[in-house]
């Protein structure tokens, strides 16, 4: 590059390169280019900002530095979940995500899908086993589009307006609900008992003839494992309408599927499969449901089926019923508007189903619960701390109640992190009946030692 003008990193920021544009389009100078704007709005002075690194060496060092300073879950013991979960990744999911043409390929068609057609299948496959269902979509941003998508199938196959929603569901899942499909139906709340699961006298009297179905989560946000499945199915079918279930698939290797006990559609987030948190950007939502007309016809996102080609005994990988969706020719007539969906988690989570297989997830599944239940049974021991309110099943997050310490979830919390420790996530603020509590995460990658440090703090905290 010649000259002090010209920049690296900024196309065509040589003098002569840009003299040579100006001529060719007819104007003298680069503010030319910019006479329409109001004499008020240009910038007199030059930026205030910073001068700029002599090299891309020096950037680099600056910017290692301030990384640096970031306490991650790498760095520090980890006790937080409600929506975005530490798990293990096995090295070969980075391995297959990160191939060319898995990373930097988006939509595309056959004719340039670079095997992702059939990635995608086998991934929809898998997850339709894990779930018990047929059929599942190419994923969408996360879990909380995935749930007011699949509230929203359900509402145009049912022709009704009201959704039941027990009240410890995710708030800013429900918000999410609420503004996605505010425009064709109501959320009603349905109380949850003591033991924190569905209120099963409250959902059947707020059940009617408008009655959409019911959205519940298995296991739910504040980590109770619904016990009456059946029970919630069962009634909806009674009434015509559907049920609705969310669930975190990593659970799947030890719980029932969601179609054994009635489900209808299954949604969910891929991110426990083998997807990293980063910063809480790995999210995937899912959504399956069994292969009938009325169901399947009702999916705005993208599905991919095998079918025999011209060649015998050759099967090649495609969209079904394509027109039902916004990337078909009939855009206005789309279910719904899908956009970017976040196909390369599928491939991921593919990957991670893969190389598990039902016996590895029902071993990850039996070692998440045992930890779980360590944590538990240590954090019972604290003085003033009480553990698991509900006193129902959990599987890895379960609410501690730090009322009794005469400390507030914010200030041990603070306390915990100023020792390497990111205690549970703070919800006395979103449930205030539930005191000071919060909700804690324990998965896979927690060993007895991180937990009995995490007591031993505590211990010396509420002391």
């Known amino acids: 590059m010649k000259g002090f003008d010209s920049h690296p990193y900024i196309p065509d920021s040589v003098p002569e390169i840009q003299e040579e544009m100006l001529r060719e389009i007819g104007v003298a100078s680069l503010d030319d280019l910019h006479k329409n704007v109001p004499e008020l709005l240009t910038l007199k002075e030059a930026l205030d900002i910073p001068a700029a690194f002599p090299s891309e060496m020096a950037l680099r060092r600056e910017a290692d530095r301030i990384l640096s300073r970031n306490a991650d879950c790498g760095k520090y013991i980890n006790f937080l979940g409600a929506g975005c979960w530490q798990h293990y990744v096995p090295a070969i999911c980075d391995e297959v995500n990160c191939k060319g043409e ?8 056959p004719y340039n899908d670079e095997g992702r057609f059939q ?62 499909t505010e425009a064709a139906l109501n959320i009603r709340r349905v109380k949850c008992g003591p033991d924190g699961m569905t209120d099963l006298s409250d959902l ?39 049920s609705i279930v969310g669930v975190d698939p990593i659970s799947l290797g030890v719980l029932e599927a969601p179609a054994e006990y009635g489900a209808d559609i299954v949604c969910g987030d ?43 005994g050759e099967y090649g ?69 009480k553990v698991d309110p509900f006193g129902s099943v959990f599987f890895k997050e379960f609410v501690v109640d730090f009322s009794d310490t005469g400390k507030t979830v914010a200030e041990i919390n603070k306390a915990l992190l100023s020792r390497g420790i990111f205690g549970g996530k703070d919800i006395s603020g979103e449930f205030p009946a539930l005191g000071q509590a919060a909700l804690y995460c324990v998965t896979e990658i ?17 002391a």
């Not at 927690?446 to 509420?462: F, G, M, N, Q, S």
């Open 102 to 109: 898995f990373l930097t390929a988006y939509g595309g068609e």
């Open 270 to 312: 891929l991110q426990p499969l083998g997807i990293h948190m980063y910063y809480g950007g790995g999210q995937s939502g899912f959504m399956a449901t069994r292969d009938e007309e009325r169901f399947v016809m009702e999916f705005p996102s993208r599905l991919f089926g095998i079918a025999p080609t011209s060649e015998p």
């Open 204 to 242: 059947a009297a707020k059940t009617g003839a408008d009655t959409i179905g019911v959205y519940f989560e298995n296991p739910g946000y504040l980590g109770v494992i619904e016990e009456h499945g059946q029970e919630i199915a069962g009634m909806m079918h009674d009434s015509g309408a559907l």
């Open 317 to 385: 990988f495609g969209d079904v019923a394509y027109d039902r969706t916004s990337f078909g020719h009939l855009r206005d007539k789309a279910k719904e508007y899908v956009g970017t969906q976040t196909a390369l988690w599928g491939i991921t989570a593919g990957v991670y189903l893969a190389t598990m297989g039902p016996a590895g997830m029902e071993e990850v599944g039996n070692i998440i619960m045992a930890n779980a239940q360590y944590a538990a049974s240590r954090l019972a021991t604290v003085p003033g701390v």
């Open 446 to 462: 927690h060993t007895r030692e991180d937990i009995d440090e995490l007591v031993l703090a505590l211990k010396k905290i509420v």
């Open 119 to 180: 990635a995608l299948f086998e991934y929809e496959s898998m997850v339709a086993e894990l779930v018990g269902m047929d059929v599942v979509n190419v994923p969408t941003m996360d879990w909380a589009q995935a749930a007011a998508t699949s509230i929203s199938m359900a509402q145009r196959i049912t022709g009704r307006s009201e959704i039941l929603i027990p009240e410890y569901v995710d708030p800013q899942k429900v918000d999410i609900i609420s503004n996605y």
